[in-house]
């Protein structure tokens, strides 16, 4: 028996992975709420307390750097180690993984039914593949072909310097810059990212209608937003979702280049299976593809969403298979 983690700012999910019959199967899924636990170690152990099942291998993604065997979650206050968990959970083997790594291990294990095409392109089975995920924050991974599988590596791509490419957007970096100094991609292309451009837009003049506006205050602002965009309630949300997804389209398309991702481009994350409808419109694929001379090759390469939920935890077990 195998315990699977996925931990982001927001929420911590748990559970068991088992083979059956050769496939990789998770049961006793749980979901926590990060913040209501002093550690890692502490929700694994409310965890451990409900299932009541003994584990002998655990695999976690976590929402930040791995190095060592050690990790922060870059919207959380933890620090976790490998060998601390170890010994103080009693769990023979503990591996730490970037919450993007985890999600490049389920890339490989996903089936049809677990995915939505946004461009069907020409897969080459050994290329490169690339993974951008917004969600509260930015991940980013990628798989490379090392003779006999692709492997997963991890990367912190997502506070690389945002990079504008419309006169619109060099406006939307002036903003953010005078704000916050350094603007990385996940000041744009995340939950909060939506709300900076929705912030944005509405410091250049635009009216907020009252109903909007309580509409916001209610909850979770960027999902809002997304919401009243997608039903066409309000044309400043609709605006600054547009300017999301065409910035998502053209940052998939450089790590397509940086990658040279001829094996296909997964967005993951909660962000895109949300707003598929606007993924599905031209904006997302015309910014993809924008990439000048090498246009052509971009329009050969596959795009997919992944919409199973569960994809980071399956990845999560598939790795502690390999531990």
Known sequence: M?????????KTKLALGSLHDGSLRLE????????????LAAVIEAYLALVRAPVERACVGVAGPVLNGEAQVTNLPWRMSEQHLQRHLGIARVRLLNDLEALAYAVLVLGPQDLVVLQEGAAQPKGPIALLAPGTGLGQAYLCWDGQRHRPAA?????????????LQDQLLGYLRAEYG??????????????NIYRFLRSRGEEEPPAVKARLAAGDVSAAISELALAKA?????????????????????????????????LGG???PKILPQLRESS??????????????????????????????LGAASCALEL
């Open 28 to 39: 006793q899924i749980r979901s926590f709420e990060s913040r209501s636990y002093p550690s």
């Open 234 to 266: 309000d044309p400043l949300c609709s605006q600054a979702l547009d300017l999301f997804v065409s910035i998502l389209g053209a940052q998939a398309g450089n790590l397509a280049l940086i990658y040279m991702a001829t094996g296909g481009v997964y």
């Open 270 to 272: 909660g962000i895109p």
């Open 155 to 167: 990367s912190e791509g997502g506070h690389a310097d945002f990079a504008p490419n419309d006169a």
């Open 182 to 195: 350094h603007v990385s991609w996940e000041r744009v292309l995340s939950g909060p990212g939506l709300h």
């Open 284 to 313: 997302f694929v015309h910014a993809f593809r924008g990439k000048g001379r090498l246009s052509p090759m971009l329009e050969r390469i596959p795009v997919h969403v992944i919409v199973n939920e569960e994809a980071p935890l």
């Open 2 to 10: 195998i315990l699977a983690g996925d931990v982001g700012g927001t």
